[in-house]
């Protein structure tokens, strides 16, 4: 807050200064200084009132306990001398004995507001726009007379409205019904949740049903108004829930991504899988780093270089895994699940003793900060969106990958068919390994991305396992099509009922739906067909 | 044991320490549990990741009970549970009807875990969902109902659970002599278990079991409905795990919605592995094994526990198949062929 006051307080200082010799009104300058708490109220009211853009210095050292009185003169003393309030010139020497001015906090929220009301007058458009936008919500009556100067001397189409909406919302609380009536048509053109709960407050009905606004014709124009914003709105809910769904789902489409080679192609159940996601993500960290350290000018580019990082790490711990292990269990799943059990407790022990048991910092790169705002309460921040397109990218690599190349073509002829596979001169026990570490190398690109989102800590794969497997179950074991379906649908659903129930509610009814859709239909949405599914 | 910790003086070569009869307490818990995994994954052949969800809710059975007897001696000076106090409730919620009386917590230790792993079987089995499939379904269960309990609105204390238990049955939790008469009732329990696990697998029903296991296809079109085997032993698996963690709870003195989590489920997996599937002995065994382990482990060296267990998982897998038992049975065997 106070970083803010000092910043908008630079912002207007350049344009003030200049004119800062122009002298304040050296009555209110002393009612501020002097004054009792009511007095310095009504003060900074009259200043908002006059629009005087100087007086902001003066206000935010007020607030900030810079504000010293010497005899009969007001000093601003800063770190680097002290200035007269009322001339704006430097006081050297400094007097002797000076006495602090106290504000106190209904003062000081004063001056946030009146600071905030003076940006408006402000030559800058973006600092105008920041201004309208703070005051969206809870401005109060003293700032009535300013807010509608300044919409006259408003040329800017979009702040103008903005400003007509913020004029609106005060008058609501007027006192002259046609004032009101007026405000409230006026606000019907609003498109802020802020506007949906004023109106909904001036229909509420108080204890004894007596109604808040007691003319029936200013409630029946608030409701008019009400459905108007609330249809508005509702647009902006349904697309926000829309992305949230198929963000979440990208999410789980890139951590079963990989689940769906290693076990929806090869049949094996590797609990080690969010374990390879936790590597791709500290491998991002570890790149970050290492171009923070030898190349901070190129730091926004450290995505680059980690995605085939963390691709390779974890396709290659999976290809250890893999020859080591996983090679001497296939055909025994119940042994597979708990040896990579195993392998995943190991893993996740390593990278505690190795990083710390603690979360560790991957920054976003300044191109993902952000969003686009599409409508008044829908911003799409643009990690998310990377993400969505990120996942798109891999789903279709993978898919190219399985269906257009050599390897591909191996790795679903032993699927489907091993002994016939290797009489036609397949080498399967390498093609295994290779598709293998496909699978964890997807399973690092998703640790890369979840980098961008999330926490990344030695525990983030234990977070995934589960959600990993419901998808790649519920979307049909061998299917990369039902993979891309389940997690959307799921993402989706999850978000869904979120807006109804809560997180953790909507969770668990996922994980029950799961439950029961698996006894109804074991074989998966889209289910391989044929009697080989039974083996 | 318990009678070396109440006769025996303390600084006696032979005495006891009541942290040691509790271990061994806690210990032989969760050879119950290891036993109840036996009979279903050693026996029929189904590795179930949600038996660590049976024991949780018979444990949450008990500690309902217990958190009743507390009384007003709570923090806040209640007839509720201190954590309802805290959530500033006023009546106790639907499901803590009766909790008060100790009978009623005896059925709930038994009926709830056998009545949720009944229906759950019911469902699964009917449609025939095996193998790996089941261990993933079994698992997201458990997971789901961790979820919910770690919720305050649940109505089970959140993610604090349930602890500082006072009295039970009137006599004080912490005093060693009610400590060692848990410690005699659940090494009761567990021969109990054992007699019965082995009077069931050396049947008939026993027999059907291993067929189950080995030749499902088989045993049904030899007329036998697998349903019903498959849901019995299931469904006592579970009711064991439920008695076992009521036994837990007073002698450990804390249930909460960790011991829910997918990985304690998978763990008690590996303590039947260890000890040898499908021999009752080595569950029990490979629970002791493991968790004397452990207990050694996280003291001695804690930063290399999850090492041993991981390693442990793996070895065990890989060249153990028939777990310490079974290395035993062949070593004597092999030693009889060279006689």
Not at chain 2, 212 to 230: P, Q, S, V, W
Request: positive net charge; charged residues 15%; aromatic residues 10%.
């Amino acid at each position: 807050m106070k970083k803010a006051l000092c910043a908008l307080v630079f912002a207007l200082g350049l344009g003030a200064a200049s004119i800062a010799s122009a002298a304040l009104d050296a009555a209110l300058v002393g009612k501020l200084a002097f004054g009792d708490n009511d007095e310095k109220i009504a003060a900074i009211r009259a200043f908002v009132a006059q629009g005087e853009a100087a007086a902001a210095p003066l206000l935010t050292a007020l607030a900030e306990g810079q504000l010293q009185t010497a005899g009969e003169r007001v000093l601003i003393v800063g770190d680097d001398g002290a200035i007269d309030a009322v001339s704006g010139e430097k006081v050297t020497p400094l007097p002797e004995t000076r006495d602090d001015v106290i504000a106190n906090n209904r003062v000081r929220g004063e001056v946030a507001n009146a600071v905030a009301a003076l940006r408006l007058l402000a030559p800058q458009r973006e600092v105008r726009l920041k201004a309208v936008k703070e005051l969206e919500t809870g401005a109060s009556v003293a700032l009535l007379p300013l807010v509608k100067r300044a919409r006259e001397k408003e040329t800017d189409a979009e702040i103008r409205s903005a400003l007509e909406q913020i004029a609106a919302t005060i008058e609501v609380k007027s006192d002259d019904k046609a004032t009101r009536l007026e405000a409230i048509r006026a606000l019907a053109a609003s498109d802020s949740p802020g506007t949906r709960s004023l109106l909904g407050s001036i229909l509420l009905m108080q204890q004894g049903g007596r109604y808040v606004e007691p003319d029936e014709e200013v409630r029946r124009a608030a409701e008019e108004s009400l459905k108007a914003v609330q249809g508005r709105l509702a647009w902006g809910e349904r697309a926000g829930l829309l992305f949230a769904g198929v963000s979440l789902g990208s999410i789980l489409l890139l951590a079963a991504l990989g689940l769906a080679i290693t076990y929806g192609l090869m049949g094996v159940i590797n609990m080690a899988h969010g374990e390879l996601i936790m590597i791709g993500a500290y491998a991002t960290y570890v790149v970050q780093n290492l171009v923070r350290a030898y190349a901070p000018g190129a730091f926004d580019a450290y995505l680059l270089a980690a995605i085939p990082a963390a691709f390779i790490t974890s396709g290659l711990v999976g290809m250890a895994l893999e020859r080591s292990v996983i090679r001497y269990l296939y055909g025994r799943p119940l042994e597979t699940l708990l040896a990579t059990w195993g392998i995943s407790l190991m893993l996740i022990q390593a990278v505690r003793t190795l990083f710390g048991a603690q979360n560790v910092q991957v920054e976003n790169p300044s191109w993902m900060s952000g969003g686009i705002q599409l409508l008044a309460n829908v911003v799409l921040p643009w990690n998310r969106i990377m993400i969505i397109g990120f996942a798109a990218l891999v789903v279709i690599a993978v898919g190219l990958l399985l269906t257009r190349t050599r390897l591909g073509l191996f790795v679903r002829g032993v699927t489907q068919n091993r002994a016939m596979a290797s009489c036609v001169g397949v080498p399967t026990a390498r093609v295994d390994t290779w598709a293998f570490g496909l699978g964890s190398g997807v399973a690092g690109l998703a640790g890369c991305a979840l980098s961008q989102v999330g926490n990344v800590g030695p525990d983030l794969g234990q977070a995934y396992i589960v959600d990993s497997f419901m998808v790649v179950v519920f979307g049909g074991v061998g299917q990369l099509a039902g993979t891309v379906v389940a997690a959307l649908g799921l993402g989706f659903i999850n978000k869904l009922l979120e807006s109804w129930s809560g997180a953790v509610i909507a969770k668990i009814a996922v994980l029950v739906f799961i439950v029961l859709f698996i006894q109804k239909r074991p074989q998966g949405l889209f289910a391989l067909k044929g009697r080989a599914v039974e083996a | 044991m318990p009678v070396l910790n109440l006769a025996v003086p303390e600084g006696h070569p032979l005495y006891m320490s009541t942290f040691l009869v509790t271990l061994s307490g806690k210990i032989m818990c969760y050879a119950i549990v290891a036993l109840a995994m036996d009979l279903i994954w050693g026996f029929a052949g189904i590795l179930s990741l949600g038996h660590g969800l049976f024991f949780a809710l018979g444990g949450y059975a008990m500690g309902m009970y217990l958190m009743r007897q507390i009384g007003r001696q709570g923090q806040y000076q209640s007839e509720l549970p201190d954590f309802m106090v805290f959530l500033d409730w006023k009546e106790l919620p639907w499901h803590w009807w009766m909790s008060d009386q100790f009978w009623w917590a005896m059925l709930l230790v038994v009926a709830v875990p056998g009545l949720l792993a009944f229906g759950f079987g019911y469902l699964a089995f009917r449609s025939r969902i095996k193998g790996v499939y089941f261990s993933i379904i079994t698992q997201a269960l458990t997971f789901a109902t961790m979820l919910l309990f770690f919720r305050n609105e649940t109505g089970f204390g959140g993610n604090n659970g349930f602890t500082d238990f006072k009295r039970l049955l009137g006599f004080d939790v912490t005093a060693p002599q009610t400590r060692v008469v848990l410690f005699a009732v659940t090494g009761a329990t567990l021969l109990a278990a054992l007699l019965l696990g082995r009077w069931l697998v050396t049947s008939k029903f026993g027999r059907v079991l291993a067929a189950i296991r080995d030749a499902e296809t088989r045993i049904m079109f030899c007329g036998y409905n697998t349903l019903h085997y498959k849901l019995f032993i299931w469904t006592l698996s579970a009711v064991l795990c439920g008695i076992a963690g009521a036994l837990y709870v007073p002698q450990v003195g804390i249930i909460n919605p960790s011991e829910m989590s997918p990985a304690n489920s998978i763990e008690i997996a590996i303590w039947v592995a260890v000890g040898g599937r499908g021999t009752l002995v080595g569950a029990i065994a490979g629970a002791g094994i493991v968790n004397a382990a452990k207990s050694i482990f996280t003291v001695a060296f804690p930063e290399y526990w999850l090492y041993f267990l991981g390693l442990l998982f793996i070895l065990v897998t890989l060249f153990l198949p028939n777990g310490v038992v079974g290395l035993l049975r062949s070593k004597s065997r092999s030693a009889e062929s060279a006689a």
